[in-house]
């Protein structure tokens, strides 16, 4: 019988740079004790995403952040939309870049994640944030 489950999880990032989320996104599905499904995360922000990424080296969060800098720089004169400061358009133009969303696998009661991925909850903006992700489970 097909079930479903949703619930919010609120996350304090520290400011500029990728949060693993993964944990205690499996703490809830552990919860849901499903067999078999699809996960879907939803970020409710226009300055942040989510993605999966390498969760074994830090180097790679590291050269993601320095990238991104690289890419979209703030403070560029390009952006007239600076009401909350100088990352304020380059962090929605970062979001818009990445995901707000993503649909994982489940399986075996598992998300189907590869062996170096994790969920990472990507602050755009300089400063702390708290964070909502909407997380959505619909599986047997």
Do not use: C, K
Request: charged content about 25%; hydrophobic content about 45%; cysteine-free.
């Amino acid at each position: 019988m097909l079930r479903q489950f949703s619930t919010s999880l609120t996350f304090e990032s520290r400011g500029r740079g990728l949060l693993e989320i993964t944990r205690p996104v499996l703490d809830w599905i552990d919860e849901a004790a499903l067999e078999t499904g699809l996960l879907t995360l939803f970020i409710r922000h226009t300055s942040a995403s989510v993605v999966i990424q390498e969760n074994a080296d830090p180097d790679v969060r590291g050269d993601l952040d320095r990238f991104f800098a690289r890419l979209v720089p703030d403070g560029d004169a390009l952006f007239r939309h600076r009401d909350e400061g100088a990352d304020d358009m380059p962090a929605h133009v970062r979001a818009a870049l990445t995901a707000v969303q993503l649909s994982i696998p489940l399986s075996g009661r598992r998300l189907v994640l590869g062996t170096w991925q994790g969920i990472y909850l990507w602050e755009h903006r300089l400063r702390p944030h708290r964070r909502e992700v909407a997380l959505h489970l619909l599986g047997e």
